[in-house]
C-alpha cells in the first residue's frame, strides 16, 4: 500500500517558477489545441466506432517520442513514455460521443450522421465534452514531453473507447493493458461539466460516481384478439403493474436517505391497436454507491416481475425474463490519501477558490474499472467546470441551471477549461512522478 506523508504534495512540482514554464507551455499550445478541439467536436464518433480520433491521438503521441500501441481493447490508444527510475502514472481520456442530434447553434457543431456497431446511422454529438478530455491528453502530453527534466518515471497515456456504453475500460483491461503495459502506481481522469463554471475544480473524496446497472426484462403474455382478452394474459397491462411496482424499490425498499435509482427508460411491444401481444421489453437504468444497495435492487426486481407475472396467472413457461446487461459498471471510488494529496497539490497550482468540493453524481464511469483489477491500482478522477461563467451566474441568479452533459443543448467553451484540464493534469503528474 502506497502511502503519503503529510506535507508531501509540497515539492518542486508546485513551485511558483515551474508553474509559470508551464502555464507558458500551455499558452503557446493553446491555438492548436483549440484547433483540435473543434475538429474533434465537430467530427464525434460512437461508441467502439472512435478510429479517426484514435488514429489523431495515436499520431500526436509519437510525434511526441511516445511508443504507440493502437487497437487496444478495439479502438484504443495507449503511449508509453519512459524517463528513467520512478512511478509509473496512467493518464486517462475517453473518446466516444453520443447519439444525439446537437442543438446548440455553435459554428463547430456538429453535424455528423455516424454508423453505431448495428451499421444504423445516428447523429452523434461530443453532448458530455470527452472532445475536451481527448485534446487536454494531448495538451497534456506536449507539456511533459517538455518538460522531461521536471519528472521521472513512466507515463501511460491511453485513449479509451465506449465509456459512454461503460464497455471500453473493461475491454482495454481484457486485452492487456495492465499486462502488456507497464503496470501504473497511479491512474488519474477528469472529467468536464457543463453546469460548472469554466476554471473550477470539483473533488469528491469517495465516490464520485455511482455504479450502473442496466437491466433488460422482457414482459412475457399469451397474445389474441383484443376483443377478447379472456383467452389472453396482456403482457402490456402486467407491463405496466411491473412499472408503477418497481417505484416502491427506492421508497419502500431502500433505507431512508441511501441514494438509489431505478428508472423504465423504454417499453417496446404490441403491434396493432386490436392485437394483444406476445411480449413486452422494458430497459432500465439503475444507480447506487454502495454494492448491497444495487444486488438488493437487482433482487427486488426479479421478484416483483415473477410475482406480478404469477399473479396474473401467466403460465410457468412464459414469466418474464430478467437479464443484467453488459452495459453496467461498479461504483468509482476515488483513493482517499491520493485524493487529499491531489486536493493540496491543485490548490497550490490554482488556489484554494477554484478547488472545491463537488457532491457525488449518480452518474456512472468506467474508470471505476482501473481501480477494481486484482492490482488494486489507486484511482483518482476530478471534475473540471465547462460553463460559460456569465452564463452560469445568470442562471444561478433564476433559480434555474444550464443543459446538462448528454443534453443536446449541452455547451462547453474551450476558454479557460483546456488550459484547466491540462493545468491540473499536468499538477498530478508533476507532483506523482516530479524530480524530488
Not at 322 to 345: I, Q, Y
Request: charged share 20%; proline share 7%; net charge neutral.
Amino acid at each position: 500500500m502506497l502511502t503519503f506523508g503529510p506535507g508531501a504534495h509540497l515539492h518542486a512540482a508546485a513551485a511558483p517558477e515551474l508553474r509559470d514554464v508551464v502555464a507558458a507551455r500551455i499558452a503557446a499550445e493553446y491555438p492548436s489545441l483549440e484547433a483540435i478541439y473543434k475538429q474533434l467536436h465537430a467530427n464525434p464518433e460512437l461508441s467502439f466506432m472512435e478510429t479517426k480520433t484514435a488514429a489523431l491521438v495515436a499520431k500526436e503521441l509519437r510525434a511526441l517520442g511516445f511508443e504507440v500501441t493502437e487497437k487496444v481493447g478495439n479502438t484504443g490508444v495507449v503511449g508509453v513514455l519512459k524517463n528513467g527510475a520512478g512511478p509509473t502514472v496512467l493518464v486517462r481520456a475517453d473518446m466516444d460521443g453520443l447519439p444525439v442530434k446537437e442543438l446548440t447553434g455553435l459554428p463547430w457543431a456538429s453535424q455528423a450522421v455516424v454508423k453505431d456497431m448495428a451499421g444504423r446511422d445516428q447523429p452523434a454529438m461530443h453532448a458530455c465534452g470527452h472532445d475536451l478530455h481527448v485534446t487536454g491528453l494531448i495538451g497534456t502530453a506536449r507539456t511533459l514531453a517538455a518538460l522531461k527534466d521536471q519528472w521521472q518515471g513512466t507515463l501511460v497515456f491511453i485513449a479509451q473507447p465506449a465509456e459512454e456504453i461503460v464497455a471500453g475500460a473493461r475491454a482495454m483491461l481484457t486485452d492487456g493493458l495492465y499486462t502488456r503495459f507497464p503496470k501504473p502506481d497511479f491512474a488519474l481522469a477528469l472529467h468536464v461539466s457543463s453546469v460548472r463554471p469554466a476554471g473550477q475544480v470539483g473533488i469528491v473524496e469517495g465516490t464520485p460516481y455511482a455504479s450502473v446497472a442496466s437491466v433488460d426484462i422482457v414482459v412475457q403474455g399469451v397474445g389474441g384478439h383484443g376483443s377478447q382478452p379472456q383467452t389472453t394474459r396482456d403482457p402490456i397491462v402486467l407491463a405496466a403493474q411491473i412499472v408503477t411496482a418497481l417505484q416502491t424499490i427506492v421508497s419502500r425498499e431502500t433505507r431512508p436517505g441511501t441514494p438509489a435509482v431505478v428508472t423504465v427508460g423504454t417499453i417496446q411491444g404490441g403491434t396493432k391497436r386490436n392485437i394483444i401481444s406476445e411480449s413486452v421489453k422494458l430497459e432500465l437504468t439503475l444507480r447506487a454507491f454502495e454494492d448491497k444497495v444495487m444486488e438488493g435492487m437487482i433482487a427486488s426486481i426479479r421478484r416483483i416481475c415473477d410475482g406480478t407475472a404469477r399473479a396474473a396467472g401467466v403460465p410457468e413457461d412464459r414469466l418474464p425474463v430478467v437479464t443484467v446487461t453488459s452495459e453496467s459498471t461498479p461504483v468509482t471510488v476515488n483513493d482517499a490519501a491520493l485524493t487529499r494529496r491531489m486536493t493540496g497539490t491543485f490548490k497550490a497550482w490554482l488556489g484554494d477558490r477554484r478547488v472545491v468540493p463537488a457532491p457525488p453524481t449518480t452518474g456512472g464511469e468506467d474508470f471505476s474499472e482501473f481501480g477494481r483489477t486484482v492490482h488494486r491500482v489507486p484511482i483518482f478522477i476530478w471534475g473540471i467546470g465547462a460553463a460559460d461563467p456569465a452564463k452560469f451566474e445568470a442562471a444561478n441568479k433564476k433559480g434555474e441551471s444550464l443543459p446538462s452533459n448528454h443534453s443536446p443543448l449541452a455547451t462547453f467553451v474551450p476558454d479557460p477549461t483546456l488550459q484547466t484540464c491540462i493545468t491540473t493534469m499536468t499538477a498530478a503528474v508533476l507532483d506523482l512522478a516530479g524530480k524530488k
